[in-house]
């Protein structure tokens, strides 16, 4: 029975040498950039003036508008407004590399940050 045992154990760890996995590292035989379209806000301020006409009623300003007549006289003042105005702007922002290796006929690709020199794929047989 002992033998039996230590045969089946023997087979599976046989079967267990044969079935596994490998990391290899291929190199890099093509690196592509990857962009990513933005869009960018620029802001600015646009100003311009304008005439303002600022009343002066003569009986609210101390004189009696009977006196006066009642007149009411306009005073012209410039007054200098502004707004904010954006400014769209599209824009290639580099994002990443993909990075292209070989195993036999297989070509395979890993997005990174930046290129690589190697790529490291583990391969199970």
């Keep these: 029975m002992n ?14 040498l044969q079935a596994g996995s490998v990391k290899c590292d291929f190199p890099v035989i093509k690196c592509e950039p990857i962009y990513k379209t933005v869009i960018k806000k620029i802001p600015h301020k646009e100003c311009w003036e304008e005439q303002q006409k600022s009343k002066v009623d003569y009986k609210q300003s101390g ?4 006196t006066t007549g009642g007149i009411v006289v306009s ?48 391969i199970n047989y």
């Design 63 to 66: 004189v009696d508008a009977c």
């Design 75 to 122: 005073k012209r003042c410039f007054v200098t407004k502004c707004k904010t105005v954006y400014q769209s702007i599209e824009e290639q922002v580099l994002v990443g590399y993909k990075n292209y290796a070989k195993c036999g006929c297989n070509t395979f690709a890993k997005i990174s940050n930046c290129k690589l020199k190697f790529i490291t794929a583990t």
């Design 3 to 16: 033998k039996v045992l230590a045969v089946v154990a023997g087979l599976g760890l046989a079967v267990s």
